[in-house]
């Protein structure tokens, strides 16, 4: 009987894992025998115990199965050759028509809606947080284009500017910083402080917009 078993492949039953230490091909069927973390031995006979999960992709004990990839725009994710990238944006009509099933482009590379590539290393594999250093702190101009509309100050587009703040404003989302109007400079803003939605407080430099 064929099958896609082979030594040292793991598979799963009852939340215990196992590893596949031999393969018995019969003329109608194929015993697999594995052994446990605990030491424990057994077999299961192939096609006929539909609770042994194959799991061809494992690596070890304390590997965990990868979640379904549904990308978004705006998230940022990691390549299977462990590149960060990001942000991610809707495919162009270009690249749609090029590529059927393109929906998606990161980093200048067509993507499906489940992170999958024809090369196989630019493969997305997880959702990562926004990189801080794909930000920069806001100007005076652009932080008061998102604090309360009675917040006034007269001070130059400098990082290093104090800034007098309550609640910081971004559209809808809105971060608390404290109650007591504590100063800050807009860097110790975009270093210690986050929005609602995961990003920071700052803007996106130009090479990754």
Known sequence: MKTDWKIG????????????????????STIIRYVTSGGTTDYFILGLHARYKHLPDCTGWDWVEPKPIKLEVGKWYRRKDGQIVGPCR??????????????????????????????????VIEEVPVPKGAYRPFTMQEF????????????????????????????????????S???????????????????????????FK
């Open 181 to 207: 109007a504590t100063e800050y400079t807009l860097a110790a803003v975009l270093e210690q402080f986050t929005f609602e939605d995961g990003s920071y407080c700052g803007v996106l430099k130009d090479e």
């Open 144 to 179: 008061l284009e998102h604090v309360d509309k009675n917040f006034k100050d007269e001070r130059n587009d400098d990082p290093n500017d104090i800034v007098q703040v309550d609640i910081l404003y971004l559209g809808s989302k809105v971060v608390e910083f404290d109650n």
């Open 90 to 123: 809707s495919s162009s009509d270009r690249s749609k028509e090029h590529h059927p099933g393109a929906e998606f482009a990161l980093n200048c590379y067509w993507y499906r809606a489940d992170g999958t590539n024809k090369d196989e290393p630019l493969q």
């Open 9 to 28: 492949d793991w598979c799963e039953f009852d939340g215990t894992r196992a590893l596949v230490y031999m393969i018995i091909h019969n003329k109608e």
